[in-house]
């Protein structure tokens, strides 16, 4: 700070200004190491572990004495599930897919919520009051009793064409725990656009008479270039903010839905449906709950972590506190 | 303000339908019958079921009797609980639901509105610290894994309390605590960020200024002021609290509402179904319209047109 009187004068950047609040703030620093220590954990964790020991996610030993539930030890940090699984083997493989729920619904509600809440905000008028209400009546519809039937009908055989040949496309034809992932992505992004819409909506809206699109549109630029270079960068620090504090949310609602069967099932592993396992055992065996769980809420904390120092980063309204 | 109560009331039963719609068509273009082939259903039962739901019939009339039978409150009759209206199930299950619900709310309301208080007016103290801290935890340990630890720390290795069921004031207590630990900590920060806010506002310098008492101006104005975001919470709230009851109702094997949702959904039940989303989908809309009628009392600054 001191040495700003004697240097020249720089210019700073909105993003450069908001990267130094960020890593000043300590917690968020602290959920921002954590966030990646679990990502590289979860990359590079599953190859690690079958190289150094063998196990893999679904590694049942070959010897039956072995196919027990085990205490964590040396050789299972976090223990084996009934079948001689190796659990840390599970939380990591499991914490690929949670992690990837959590990114590609919040991709979803980006992409669905970013397009429509600046298209609404961006003409105005009676189309805007339209398309706002729509999301209004989604709003006030409890989804999440949607969610559950669609997950519950479409789940297992009897998954929708389209999304057969989705599972086609990524290389894994008729693998129905891919296809299962796949309507979840989908399901989840479904329902997690709505708030982001309203966010970009209100941003549009105070940033479109702004001069610098009059300017744009002097210069010949059409609507829609108007919206996606000039207005939407423009709206992106709250855009950033809501998508952070997006991904626990989404993780959250995969993980209830998996706790209850209905999202990602076996083979397959996520930290929900971990969790649901080890419950049945929790009076005997709790480090099969306990380990999928605290990886699962320790990954929840620093990204609300994050959310919350990206908020404070990024938004000049909460700037004072 | 009677005008605005009576547009939103009206506006309830279409959205119903609507969402009523949604799960209609969602049941019927999955593959399969919707009373499941694999279940025996007596041959008697199935002609009545067809007739009474047409299932001969285009699918615009089915959905015309659907919608209209659901409409004027009819919600059929279950086609797994055999004889049983869905309407009697939907009452007999709905209690436990509702009294697991409204004690948590309470619990975390009277944790959150303390905790946020004590946390804003002595900001950055330890107390602040701890509490933001907690609220935080509460925020990022999903439910399905707080209720079993605490069944597990309470129940297994205390002995303190029932690990699961329905029976007397003790086995609500877990159930309760892991239902209102999210909610207590939403309420929090938002009572805290909403307080710090007021608190730097022009009114609350005047009412300082014209010699009120430090705690009249916090329990008068700023807390009037500050719970504003808590109350528009309140709403959103309802409808999380039921996906927070369908675990907790999981976990502590509860036959409430939520139970008998998931159990209605596996069993492809469509009656059960569209009736609990029906009567839901009803009751989320009457609480969203509370709290948007609240919030014109508590702020004066709000009118309805």
């Known amino acids: 700070m001191k040495d700003d009187s004697t240097s020249p004068v720089k210019g700073t950047s909105l993003w450069r200004d908001a990267m130094r609040r960020l890593l000043r703030n300590r917690l968020a620093v602290f959920g921002l190491i954590v966030l990646v220590f679990i990502s590289v954990s979860v990359i590079v964790g599953p190859a690690v572990i079958e190289a150094t020991t063998g196990y893999t996610y679904d590694y049942i030993p070959a010897d039956n004495e072995l196919v027990k539930a085990m205490a964590p030890s040396l050789k299972h940090p976090m223990g084996t599930d009934e079948a001689g699984r190796d659990i840390l083997a599970r939380v990591l493989q499991g914490g690929r897919i949670s992690l990837l729920v959590g990114i590609i619904s919040t991709l979803v509600s980006l992409i669905v919520g970013v397009s429509y809440g600046a298209i609404a905000g961006f003409l105005g008028g009676r189309i805007d009051n339209l398309m706002m209400r729509i999301v209004d009546i989604l709003y006030a519809i409890p989804y999440i ?43 989840l992004g479904l329902v997690s656009w709505l708030t982001m819409a309203r966010v970009v909506r209100g941003q549009i809206l105070s940033l479109k008479n702004e001069e610098f699109v009059l300017a744009a549109r002097a210069s010949g630029v059409s609507n829609v270039g108007i919206i996606f270079r000039h207005l939407i960068p423009n709206a992106l620090g709250p855009v950033i903010v809501y998508a952070t504090l997006t991904v626990p949310s989404v993780m959250l609602a995969e993980a209830f839905l998996s706790f209850l069967g209905l999202g990602v099932q076996a083979p397959y592993a996520s930290w929900g449906s971990l969790a649901s396992a080890g419950i049945k055992n929790i009076a005997i065996f709790p480090w099969q709950l306990i380990f999928p769980g605290l990886t699962m809420a320790l990954t929840l904390f620093s990204l609300n972590f994050l959310g919350d120092g990206l908020r404070d980063a990024l938004d000049p309204q909460t700037r004072k506190f | 303000m009677l005008g605005f109560i009576l547009k939103r009331l009206l506006l309830i039963i279409p959205m119903a339908l609507i969402a009523v719609s949604v799960t209609w068509a969602l049941i019927r273009v999955a593959p399969g019958t919707f009373y499941s082939s694999e279940k025996k259903i007596p041959a008697a039962v199935e002609a009545k079921l067809r007739e009474k739901y047409g299932l001969d019939d285009p699918w615009y009339k089915q959905y015309g009797i659907m919608l209209s039978n659901i409409a004027r409150g009819d919600f059929g009759i279950s086609l797994k609980y055999e004889g049983q209206p869905v ?85 609500l207590i877990l159930p309760v605590v892991t239902l209102a630990a999210i909610y207590a900590a939403y309420i929090a920060r938002l009572t805290r960020a909403g307080l710090l806010e007021v608190m ?17 101006v916090i329990l008068r104005h700023a807390l009037r002021g500050g719970l504003l975001p808590v109350v528009s ?11 927070g009851t369908v675990v907790v109702e999981k976990v502590f094997a509860i036959p409430g509402l939520g139970n008998i949702f998931i159990q209605s959904v596996l069993n492809r039940d469509e009656p059960l179904v569209l009736g609990i989303v029906a009567f839901i989908s009803v009751l989320v809309m009457i609480f969203n319209l509370i709290v948007d009628i609240a919030y014109g009392f508590i702020d004066p600054r709000i009118r309805y047109e």
């Open chain 2, 87 to 171: 309407n009697e199930i939907i009452a007999r299950h709905l209690p436990y639901s509702a009294v697991i619900g409204l004690l948590a709310y309470l619990l975390a309301l009277a944790i959150g509105l303390v905790a946020g208080t004590i946390a804003a007016l002595r900001q950055n103290s330890a107390f602040d610290y701890a509490s933001m801290a907690a609220a935080m935890l509460g925020l990022s340990v999903p439910n399905f894994v707080l209720g079993p630890l605490l069944v597990l720390v309470f129940s297994f290795w205390l002995y303190l309390l029932p690990p699961a069921r329905w029976g007397g004031f003790t086995s």
């Open chain 1, 145 to 187: 009793l949607i969610v559950v039937v669609l997950l519950a009908v479409f789940g297992g055989t009897n998954s929708p064409e389209w999304i057969k040949w989705l599972t086609k496309l990524i290389g894994a034809e008729g693998n129905q725990g891919i296809s299962q992932i796949l309507l979840l992505f989908f399901a």
């Open chain 2, 200 to 216: 730097r506002s022009d009114y609350i310098r005047t009412a300082r200024a014209k010699g009120l008492s430090e705690r009249s």
């Open chain 2, 233 to 243: 919470f309140t709403g959103p709230a309802l409808a999380a609290l039921l996906a």
